[in-house]
């Protein structure tokens, strides 16, 4: 599995530093590596559905014991070959949407590196792996939805997406280390074969998951970025947010869900109030749009929360269903960006109120647009009709309520896709300039969408090619298939309540004109409330204004308060495990009367430099504090630090002899104030305690008996010195060299203008 990651980042790397050069191949070239996924995915096929995990593991860092495992299991396959069909589709077509140029490699560069993080991220085995692959699909994001950099709109809608699906990973990572610590792995499949026990810590822990998973399929209220993210290029509309991206969230909930129950009893009742409430407001909000994208992303995201509904919930019938729904939903939803997209180059614009009469002049494409259409509004014989059976007969188990509101957010899905068709290939009538194509699509803008779609509609016909992988696919989940797949199921509730949310949605599709009226009132009574953008852009001004009342409060230009917050956090931090070993420390002895005059003298010049107000005098009792601690390291049996003290002294006094004669001969002490009162007692306390602990007994053995024994026959020396100077503790030593070098300048810097000055009287 590592290789295809590799052969991902090396036709990145490719794309984007030879852009000069790929030119109009840069597409075709990028296609490879989706291509190689659907190739390798299609080689073990046969032996992962039959249950046979393909697993590897890659040594990051072996002196931490860091590895990247990588499992790939019937659901892994499934999403795996999602990102591998539809990239190469996608892929194929972008080199007919786009011209060339180095932007555009760079563009298709970013794109194999999306796909790369995608595959690394459903095959990860470890939960900081999954993390880092997650992550770098929304940085990757960010540069496809930013592309067009000088676009305010672009970097704004980047941005954005960034910052929600950002947060929402941190929060994600909190969760996955907090899971990990408590499981005692940081290994997926043995978390999920041994999940942790409920508890407040693992409570919280599934709660920081279900945000990261939330903010990336775009679950209500983190669904705003989704539409905002439009403003990239449509071939990035179609491969990043309708197959692939979006689904990671999906991905996610899917694969934790039953250990995610077990840990917390709310999993499920937050799973379906999110996910009902993004069906209705994504379902809701499509209706309202009159750009074609748009009508997509909001469509997109309402068919997210019946995903996020059925995969998160943990129960085996509607994971199925929410399994086949994500197979489905990537090919028809793609298929149909692409539809937009190739509308967009032939006739100029978005507006559905502008185009008329695309049937005629687009038939072709028009055809696939209808079967990805029916898909996307399960009617019968399409993928999107079978996989929303499976999910309906699991619904119709959960009881009336779950089947009542599903059914009624579906009714919502039909209208749209009536709004979606009608208006961006019927005949225009609403008194707007019409927009004609000015010639058919090119084939590459024609074929990968109808494609796509067709696939829908034989899948659909024949559900017998994608069960075993659906069936294998939520056997690795839930341990069983309770689902299937079939153009008929029969006469049972799950088809009245499909056949009814079909009926009425048709019914508003042809009295879209009444309802588009009523629509427009209800939504001005709504739109007077906060929308998810404003929110947003409220939020990122708070946090502006809060960041610089901050700065101006902390960074105030003080000497004295920057180093009293210095100190005060060094104290504060370490202090409870400080206060902890002291009482567990034995107190050191006393000594004898040579110490304790040491110590006096110490004492006493510490306590007279504090209230001394001669300059001159407060550097003679410097020294003494200095050569103080230079005699105690000397009685002590340090003779080593004892000269050190004693040189640094004096190079210290005769430094201050050289520059007071240039400054006043007193100085006055600012008043006294309780704050630096206490930071001055606290710091004196905690470096009290902490001699105290550190010379307290050590439980553990000492270092210099394995120098002893490892110098000669390691090093090859037999002073031991001298080998921890220049081979154990090397770099110790090459940092004291260094400040040794940098006092030496500075000494220098100081001493050479006087001594300029004395020569020159």
């Given at each position: ?7 991902h ?5 490719v794309?984007?530093v ?6 109009r191949w840069?597409f ?11 190739v390798?995915?299609?080689s073990v096929a ?10 590897s ?13 990588f ?5 892994s396959l499934?999403?795996l070959l999602?990102v591998g069909?539809?990239?190469v589709?996608i ?13 555009i490699?760079t563009f298709a ?9 995608m ?7 470890h939960?900081?792996?999954?993390f ?6 929304t940085?990757t ?9 000088r676009?305010a709109?672009?970097?704004s ?11 929402g ?6 969760g ?7 499981a005692?792995t940081?290994?997926?499949s043995?978390?999920?074969?041994d ?27 983190a669904?705003g970025w ?6 990239a ?11 692939t991206?979006?689904?990671a ?13 077990e ?9 379906v ?5 993004t069906?209705v407001?994504g379902?809701?909000?499509?209706l309202r ?18 995903f ?10 509607l994971?199925y269903?929410?399994?086949?729904l994500?197979v489905?939903h ?11 997209g190739?509308?967009d ?9 502008r ?5 005629r002049?687009?038939?072709v ?7 990805a ?6 009617v019968?014989?399409?993928l ?12 119709v ?8 509101a599903?059914a009624?957010a ?7 896709s ?5 208006g961006a290939?019927g ?17 590459l803008?024609l074929?990968?969408?109808?494609v ?6 034989v ?17 690795a989940?839930?341990g ?43 939504g001005e ?6 929308t998810?953008e404003?929110?947003?852009r ?13 700065s ?6 003080s ?5 009293g ?6 104290v504060l ?8 070993g ?6 050191p ?29 407060a550097?003679?009792l410097l020294?003494?504090?200095g ?9 002590l ?6 000269l ?5 002294e004096?190079?210290?006094i005769?430094l201050f ?7 006043p ?5 600012p ?6 009162v206490?930071?001055?007692?606290g710091?004196?306390a ?7 602990v550190?010379l307290?007994p050590?439980?553990f053995?000492p270092?210099?008996?394995?120098f ?8 090859g ?7 921890i ?5 090397a ?6 060299i ?24």
């Amino acid at each position: 599995m590592a290789w295809l990651l590799a052969v991902h980042g090396l036709l990145a790397l490719v794309l984007v530093v030879g852009r000069s050069r790929v030119g109009r191949w840069a597409f075709p070239v990028a296609a490879l590596a989706p291509l190689a996924v659907v190739v390798w995915a299609g080689s073990v096929a046969a032996g992962v559905i039959d249950g046979r995990p393909v697993t590897s593991s890659f040594e990051w860092v072996p002196a931490l014991e860091l590895t990247i495992d990588f499992r790939v299991d019937a659901y892994s396959l499934a999403f795996l070959l999602l990102v591998g069909v539809a990239g190469v589709a996608i892929f194929l077509y972008s080199s007919r949407y786009f011209g060339s140029g180095p932007r555009i490699a760079t563009f298709a560069g970013t794109m194999v590196a999306f796909a790369g993080a995608m595959a690394g991220l459903v095959t990860a085995d470890h939960l900081i792996a999954l993390f880092l692959f997650w992550e770098l699909t929304t940085i990757t994001s960010y540069l496809l939805i930013g592309f067009e950099d000088r676009s305010a709109k672009a970097r704004s809608a980047a941005l954005h997406a960034a910052l929600v699906t950002g947060g929402g990973g941190l929060a994600m990572l909190g969760g996955l280390v907090l899971l990990a610590e408590q499981a005692g792995t940081y290994r997926i499949s043995e978390l999920l074969a041994d999940p942790p026990a409920a508890s407040t810590t693992v409570g919280l822990a599934w709660a920081l998951v279900l945000v990261g998973a939330a903010t990336k399929s775009a679950q209500v209220p983190a669904h705003g970025w989704l539409p905002g993210a439009m403003a990239a290029p449509t071939p990035a509309s179609a491969f990043l947010h309708s197959a692939t991206m979006v689904k990671a969230g999906i991905f996610l909930v899917g694969r934790l869900a039953p250990a995610a129950t077990e840990g917390a009893g709310w999993w499920t009742g937050a799973i379906v109030a999110i996910g009902l409430a993004t069906m209705v407001l994504g379902g809701w909000r499509a209706l309202r749009q009159d750009d074609l994208k748009l009508l997509l992303a909001f469509g997109t995201v309402s068919q997210l929360g019946f995903f996020f509904l059925l995969a998160g919930s943990g129960d085996p019938k509607l994971v199925y269903g929410g399994i086949a729904l994500v197979v489905a939903h990537g090919l028809f939803k793609s298929s149909l960006f692409m539809t937009v997209g190739a509308i967009d180059k032939q006739a100029g614009t978005r507006d559905l109120r502008r185009l008329s009469g695309l049937a005629r002049s687009m038939p072709v494409l028009f055809a696939g647009a209808v079967a990805a259409t029916a898909s996307m509004a399960a009617v019968p014989l399409t993928l999107g009709f079978d996989a929303k059976e499976a999910a309906f007969d699991g619904l119709v188990a959960e009881g009336v309520p779950l089947i009542g509101a599903a059914a009624l957010a579906s009714v919502l899905t039909v209208a749209y896709s009536g709004r979606f068709l009608l208006g961006a290939f019927g005949r225009h009538h609403d008194g707007h300039e019409p927009a004609i194509a000015e010639a058919r699509p090119k084939s590459l803008l024609l074929w990968p969408p109808v494609v796509l779609a067709a696939a829908g509609i034989v899948l659909g016909v024949a559900p017998g090619i994608v069960t075993p992988l659906v069936d294998a696919a939520a056997i690795a989940v839930v341990g069983e298939a309770a689902g299937k797949l079939v153009v008929w199921p029969g006469f049972v509730p799950a088809l009245g309540w499909s056949l009814a949310s079909l009926a009425v949605g048709i019914l508003l599709v042809v009295g879209r004109r009444p309802v588009s009226g009523l629509l427009d009132r209800f939504g001005e009574v709504v739109g007077r409330g906060p929308t998810a953008e404003g929110v947003f852009r409220s939020s990122v001004s708070g946090l502006i204004t809060g960041a610089d009342r901050t700065s101006g409060l902390i960074q105030n230009g003080s000497l004295p308060f920057y180093v009293g917050v210095i100190v005060s956090v060094a104290v504060l931090l370490p202090s409870t495990a400080f206060v902890r070993g002291l009482l567990d420390a034995e107190i050191p002895p006393l000594g004898g009367p040579v110490e304790a005059i040491l110590a006096v003298v110490v004492v006493v010049s510490a306590v007279s430099l504090v209230l001394i107000r001669r300059r001159f005098a407060a550097v003679i009792l410097l020294g003494g504090v200095g050569y103080g601690l230079a005699g105690l390291y000397a009685v002590l049996g340090g003779p080593d630090l004892a000269l050190t003290q004693l040189l640094v002294e004096t190079l210290t006094i005769a430094l201050f002899a050289l520059v007071l004669r240039y400054l006043p001969a007193g100085f006055d002490r600012p008043t006294a104030r309780v704050g630096r009162v206490v930071v001055a007692v606290g710091v004196a306390a905690f470096v009290f305690i902490a001699g105290l602990v550190a010379l307290g007994p050590r439980p553990f053995e000492p270092v210099s008996a394995t120098f002893v024994e490892q110098a000669l026959p390691d090093a090859g020396g037999r002073n031991v010195v001298n080998v921890i100077l220049v081979d154990f503790r090397a770099l110790d030593t090459l940092g004291e060299i260094t400040v040794l070098v940098a006092a030496a300048l500075g000494v220098i810097a100081l001493v050479l203008p006087l001594a300029q000055r004395i020569r020159s009287r």
